[in-house]
């Protein structure tokens, strides 16, 4: 397709589990990103790629997060032994290049809930 | 880190009427983009602008980056513009979000 694409659109998992979250990015961008939006709030960063590698994954909150992009385009966001407090919308964007000199697209997100 | 604050944070508007928001950050920045969060949730991106001032039909912006503020203008609204306002900075490797402005437009 031609946007950004993240599946599952919704997901709800048992406090303790584990969930896997997808992104297919627009295809010929490298850069991804990883956002979280609480209620109300503006997107949180979480990782960032440039190609396979994770520039800066500095807004993965704890250990509990990963994310990995092992050939370059779709990403998947990891979450180990999920608590309530994970409850949010994940969102993924890509970008030709970097946000420093391209613009930002996103999905329409994940809607994690934790119960 | 930097901080990216929006005004103003809520805003009511009757269809057809213009308005103005702003973003302030507290430092220097590399570029800035202003995205439209409708209701569905959905984020578009609206205006690249790391500087200087950009149109698109009814939208415009302007970025003053020695300033540090940027502003958003929507003129003749309309019902569809309803939703949330975000400015983002980029710092580097990621973008800070702004808190937003969540704007109504009401017929």
């Known amino acids: ?115 | 880190g930097i901080q990216v604050e929006q005004s103003p944070p809520d805003l009511i508007l009757q269809e057809g009427a213009n308005s103005t928001l702003r973003c302030n950050f507290s430092d220097s920045v590399n570029n800035l983009q202003w995205f439209h969060q409708n209701p569905w949730g959905q984020l578009i991106n609206l205006f690249y602008i790391p500087s200087g001032t950009k149109q698109n039909g009814r939208l415009s912006a302007t970025t003053v980056a020695t300033e540090r503020y940027s502003l958003l203008y929507i003129s003749s609204s309309q019902t569809t513009d309803s939703g949330v306002y975000f400015c983002a900075v980029d710092t580097g490797n990621q973008f800070y979000f702004g808190t937003g402005t969540s704007l109504t437009v009401i017929p």
Do not use: M
């Not at chain 1, 599946?7 to 990883?34: M, Q």
């Not at chain 1, 949010?88 to 964007?93: E, P, Q, R, S, T």
């Open chain 1, 1 to 115: 397709g031609a946007g950004v694409s993240q599946t599952p659109s919704n997901k709800v998992t048992e406090k303790g589990k584990y969930v896997e979250l997808r992104c297919d990015p627009i295809s010929g961008h490298t850069a991804l990103y990883w956002y979280r939006q609480s209620l109300g709030q503006g997107p949180e960063f979480l990782i960032y790629f440039q190609g396979t590698g994770a520039a800066d994954d500095s807004g993965l909150p704890n250990d509990r997060f990963f994310a990995v992009r092992p050939e370059g385009s779709v990403s998947t966001l990891k979450i180990q032994r999920t608590e309530r407090g994970d409850s949010a919308v994940y969102l993924c964007a890509s970008s030709l290049f970097s946000s420093y000199n391209s613009p930002l697209h996103f999905g329409n997100g994940t809607r994690l809930t934790v119960t």
